[in-house]
């Protein structure tokens, strides 16, 4: 019988057993009923055949529950105790069995009163039990309600079983917003019982980053700091509300516990993480050599963030680096994996100071963190920075560039014991660290009496010049996105923020600029000239904006002056809308079709800041869209793809096939699809532009090795796309060597014969085709394979902008051109196969 069975499962040989005995006798018919639901739920085919008996039977059962639920809502307060106590000892959620009363018991808790606090301490031992870690979860919030409900001295007596409830709930998988929840609830009863207690699992044991608060509650506990500890863990979304920030700085000064604060913050910014091999919400079915490392568990995630948050309201710009490490190393997953939570509230905590240190890391992190979720908080963090100070986002972005203490040269100079260390901004891509010794001699190595007499100082100087390489880079990135922004500045402006600029008007200097003169006409001045007279506005060149005769004159002057520029301008690829975009209408297929090899691809999108999800074999990983930003954000082009077709790759397709392009215009929290005669002419050329590098560097068409296969299903594509059309990158590369051509060594043996640079050796003459820069060989066309080295040129050859693919068309230019003096044996059987 079930009630015999209940009396002997409910033994637990303590001093609740007479509480659990009592409430089974006190309700004998509820275990009845009880059991009779047990009995007729159980299918019999040979009983219930038919629909008429499976309605017979769904009518008995339902008559049974109609009959539990109107005794129990006919309980007094004393027999309603007594069922939720059976009920509770009735539940049970194993392999072999399911029942569980969670509609009567909930009802049932909330109108009863009375409670006792041996009854509600056979509640807590009882839902602690229960192996389901949900089901334990919903138990254990119903139960809460009568805990609650206890004066002082019956919290007193449960407190036994309200820290073991805590500890359980710590060391169980729960859904992460139930936890919160009763976490909060537990903490605040055990807080009403004793002030200075911290619940166990609430600081973690094992976590670096927590050592600095255990050894303080363990060495000088005291009910201030216990509070101020529970107010930290209690901090359960990115931004905390206007009163737990005072009562936060309150309990931080009586705790006395702003030191405390920043010394926490510094060990989650910097000290080792921790490793899913010795503990982890995958420790235990992760098996092999794969783990990781990561920075807080999920189940302290709350407690750091407080944490964060507590250092920003009391620690003020001292704090600053910390957090700007903090957000770096959880957002840009710096050898942990990427926790966006904690870095979503160091990003929001940072914008709350105010101070210029902020202001300049949250520009770091704009560099250095590539997903779209915490682009998208770094961004409304600005905006809101911004406003504060009654400026746009981009003028924010633009005055918060950190100088370093450089010299307005771009470089620092320090004097080490005689021998003179300078950090210095070379060009727009180079820092470099030299040491001059008193006799004039300068090296980039750091002389031994540097090392041993500076060790501090050396070790700053490295890593200033590791930040500056940082800044240049993300000013490069910074500035050339402008080039689809149309922004214009006054010229005081921009000459604070851009010329006089250290880091920034090291590239600006490099720039072709328009300015405005009091009669409103635009006039373009070479790089590094002045321009005449006093202008009232300025603007970044771009060549849409140009003739054809001052685009040619502009790259004539920079070839013929050796400017190398920060990035391509003068030579900028420009794309209009084409008669077949303007039929389409709302989308461009220019650049579908390709197939591309799909980790370089991806790799692009994320150099290039562009986001996307990753296509694969699980779901939603069989369409992509990559999606950038221009135009400051106002514009958004959408990239779509797919993996190849019968593609098979272990999880990840080796390749994909290029679609669409679509553009979308901001509408306040919204994105608008557009057609694309809408789309500003300087965000259509610049999103196309890099749709052409992600097609021109990673379609297969580029890899010299692939004729080599042999037939396959791709094959016909590469015949056709390694030699076809020119590309607007391609023609911009025709045009650079139309100028680079005439200054070379070999260029009586080099002419331009539309797609192809054609080069004339001592063995056969040869033809490298100016976007994918393979070869063919005359007169039968037949195809030459050279492998590029990994190592990069020389540097030589004078170069206007960077570009990979026009430095190795350039190097098997010169080395086809002195064909008789090639030494490898693959090229060479090549070569003379067909001559």
């Not at 060391?171 to 009863?189: D, I, P, W, Y």
């Not at 903090?326 to 914008?351: C, F, H, P, S, Y």
């Not at 098979?648 to 679609?659: F, L």
Request: include cysteine.
């Amino acid at each position: 019988m079930l009630y015999d069975a209940l009396v002997t499962a409910s033994r637990r040989n303590d001093s609740l057993d007479d509480v659990r005995y009592a409430a089974l006798d006190r309700v004998h018919w509820l275990v009845d009923l009880l059991e009779r639901q047990r009995t007729e739920s159980r299918w019999d085919p040979p009983t219930w055949q038919g629909q008429e008996g499976y309605e017979r039977h769904q009518a008995t059962c339902a008559a049974i529950r109609a009959e539990i639920d109107g005794r129990l809502a006919a309980c007094a307060d004393e027999e309603g105790r007594a069922a939720v106590l059976c009920l509770l000892l009735a539940a049970c959620f194993d392999d072999s069995r399911f029942w569980q009363y969670h509609a009567q018991i909930g009802p049932l808790i909330s109108r009863v009163h009375g409670w006792t606090p041996d009854e509600v301490a056979v509640m807590l031992r009882r839902v602690t039990e229960y192996d389901m870690g949900h089901w334990f979860a919903q138990s254990l919030g119903m139960v809460l309600d009568g805990a609650e409900r206890l004066g002082a001295d019956g919290r007193r007596a449960v407190e036994p079983w309200l820290r073991h409830a805590h500890a359980e709930l710590m060391n169980t998988t729960v859904e992460a917003r139930l936890r919160g929840s009763l976490t909060k609830r537990l903490r605040a009863l055990l807080a009403s019982v004793d002030e200075a207690h911290i619940p166990d699992g609430l600081i973690p044991s094992q976590a670096p980053w927590a050592a600095p608060l255990r050894d303080r509650t363990h060495r000088s506990p005291t009910p201030e700091l216990a509070g101020f500890v529970r107010h930290l863990a209690s901090l359960s979304g990115p931004r905390p509300t206007q009163r737990w920030r005072r009562t936060c700085r309150t309990l931080a000064d009586a705790a006395s516990a702003r030191d405390l604060v920043a010394e926490i913050l510094r060990t989650l910014a910097e000290d080792d993480p921790l490793c899913s091999r010795g503990c982890g919400p995958h420790t235990g079915w992760i098996h092999g050599e794969y783990h990781y490392h990561y920075v807080v568990h999920q189940d302290d995630g709350d407690l750091a963030r407080g944490v964060v948050w507590a250092a920003a309201l009391i620690g003020g710009p001292a704090v600053v680096p910390y957090l700007g490490a903090l957000a770096q190393r959880t957002g840009a997953g710096t050898g942990v994996i990427e926790d966006l939570k904690l870095a979503g509230a160091t990003i929001n905590a940072l914008a709350e100071i105010g101070d210029p240190a902020a202001l300049e890391a949250l520009w770091r992190l704009q560099t250095q963190i590539k997903h779209r979720a915490l682009r998208k908080q770094l961004d409304t963090a600005l905006v809101t920075a911004a406003g504060r100070q009654g400026i746009t986002a981009g003028q924010l972005i633009e005055r918060s560039v950190p100088d370093h203490s450089l010299a307005p040269d771009g470089s620092l100079e320090r004097d080490l014991g005689g021998y003179r260390a300078r950090v210095a901004i070379e060009d727009a891509a180079t820092v470099r660290l030299t040491f001059t010794r008193p006799d004039g001699r300068t090296s980039r190595t750091a002389p031994a009496a540097v090392k041993d007499g500076f060790p501090d100082e050396l070790k700053e100087l490295k890593a200033l010049a590791k930040e500056v390489r940082g800044t240049l880079s993300g000013e490069r990135a910074r500035v050339e996105a402008l080039l689809s922004a149309g922004r214009e500045w006054p010229y005081d402006e921009w000459c604070r923020h851009y010329r006089d600029h250290p880091v920034t008007g090291v590239l600006a200097r490099g720039l072709i600029w328009e300015f405005q003169d009091a009669d409103g006409v635009w006039r373009a001045v070479a790089p590094m000239t002045e321009p005449p007279g006093e202008p009232a506005r300025v603007r970044l060149w771009h060549p849409i904006r140009a003739s054809v005769d001052d685009i040619r004159a502009w790259r004539a002057r920079i070839v013929a002056e050796r400017l190398r520029q920060p990035f391509k301008q003068a030579f900028r690829e420009i794309y209009l809308l084409t008669p077949a975009e303007e039929e389409t209408g709302v989308y461009s297929n220019r650049f579908a079709a390709h197939i591309v090899h799909y980790r370089r691809l991806y790799a692009l999108f994320k150099e290039r800041g562009w986001q996307a999800n990753f296509l694969g074999r699980y779901d939603g990983g069989y369409e992509g869209t990559a999606r950038g930003e221009f135009g400051d954000g106002a514009w958004r082009a959408c990239f779509y793809h797919e993996p190849a077709a019968d593609d098979a790759g272990d999880y990840a397709p080796d390749h994909a096939a290029t679609d669409q392009v679509r553009f979308e215009r901001r509408d306040g929290r919204r994105r608008q699809e557009v057609p694309l005669s809408e789309v500003p002419p300087l965000v259509f050329s610049e999103a196309m532009r890099d749709v052409d590098l992600f097609v021109g560097v990673t379609s297969i068409a580029a890899d010299p090795e692939w004729a080599d296969r042999g037939e396959d299903r791709y094959t016909a594509y590469w015949r056709t796309a390694t030699f076809g059309e020119l590309t607007a990158s391609a023609e911009v590369r025709r045009a650079a060597l139309e100028r680079i051509l005439p200054r070379l060594k070999i260029a009586d043996r080099c002419t331009l014969d539309g797609r192809f640079l054609v080069v004339r050796g001592g063995l056969r003459t040869y033809k490298i085709h100016l976007g994918s820069a393979n070869i063919l060989m005359e007169p039968d066309d037949s195809y030459l394979c050279i492998v590029p080295s990994r190592r990069q040129g020389d540097g030589k050859v004078f170069l206007p902008f960077e570009d990979e693919r026009l430095s190795l068309i350039l190097s098997k230019a010169f080395l086809l051109a002195a064909d008789t003096k090639i030494t490898d044996e693959t090229i060479l059987h090549q070569i003379k196969r067909g001559a």
